[in-house]
C-alpha cells in the first residue's frame, strides 16, 4: 500500500471532516469511513454513551483499535474523530498509511456549527465556546505535525473549498508519486 492510496481527515469537531470525506471518497471513488460512525457501529452506542459509561479513556481505546483497523485499508478516505491525532500510535498510522488533511477552523467558526449538537460530549459543559478554545489550543500543533495538507474551512462554501481541495490533494500525491519514482517535483 502506498501513502497516496488513502486520504485521512483531521481537526476539531465541526471541522466538516465527514461532509469533505464523503465529497472527496465520491470524487475520488473511494470507500468512506467516519472512525465515530464506526465505532457506534462496532459497540452498538452512541459516542456519549461511550464517554459516560467508559470515559474519555476509554473511548480513547476504542478509537485507537478502530483506527488501526480502518488505516490498514486501502483506497479509503477517512474521517477521523477530533481526538484521534492526540495517539502517537494513531498519528504515526495516519502519518504513514494515507494522505492527511488538516480542515482548520477558528474556535469561533467551530462553535456557530457545533453550539446547537447535543452529541459532542466535550462540548458538553458551561462554556463550549472556551472549550473549543482549550481544544484548539491543545491539539492544533498535533494536526499541524501529522498533515501533509493544511485546508481552512472558513466561511466559503463547500463547493468553493472542495476545488481549491482537491487541487492541493492532486498536486500534493503527483508531486509524491514524482519522489517516489526518483524525479524530484520541479
Do not use: W
Not at 55 to 65: D, P, Q, V, Y
Not at 94 to 121: A, C, S, W
Amino acid at each position: 500500500m502506498s501513502k497516496h492510496d488513502n486520504l485521512y481527515l483531521v481537526g476539531l469537531m465541526g471541522a466538516g471532516k465527514t461532509t469533505v470525506g464523503r465529497l472527496l471518497a465520491k470524487h475520488y471513488g473511494c470507500s468512506f469511513f467516519d472512525s465515530d460512525h464506526e465505532i457506534e457501529a462496532h459497540t452498538g452506542v452512541k459516542i456519549p454513551v461511550i464517554f459516560e459509561i467508559e470515559g474519555e479513556a476509554g473511548f480513547r481505546k476504542r478509537e485507537e483499535a478502530a483506527i488501526a483497523e480502518l488505516t490498514a485499508l486501502s483506497g479509503v478516505v477517512l474521517a477521523t474523530g477530533g481526538g484521534a491525532v492526540l495517539s502517537p500510535n494513531n498519528r504515526d498510522r495516519l502519518r504513514k498509511n494515507g494522505v492527511v488533511i488538516y480542515l482548520r477552523g477558528t474556535p469561533e467558526h467551530l462553535h456557530e456549527r457545533t453550539r446547537h449538537d447535543r452529541g459532542r460530549p466535550l462540548l458538553q459543559t458551561v462554556d463550549p465556546l472556551g472549550r473549543l478554545r482549550e481544544l484548539y489550543t491543545q491539539r492544533d500543533p498535533l494536526y499541524r505535525e501529522v498533515a501533509d495538507i493544511v485546508m481552512d474551512t472558513g466561511r466559503q462554501s463547500v463547493s468553493s473549498m472542495m476545488r481549491v481541495l482537491i487541487g492541493k490533494i492532486d498536486a500534493f500525491v503527483s508531486g509524491l508519486a514524482q519522489t517516489e519514482s526518483g524525479h524530484e517535483p520541479g
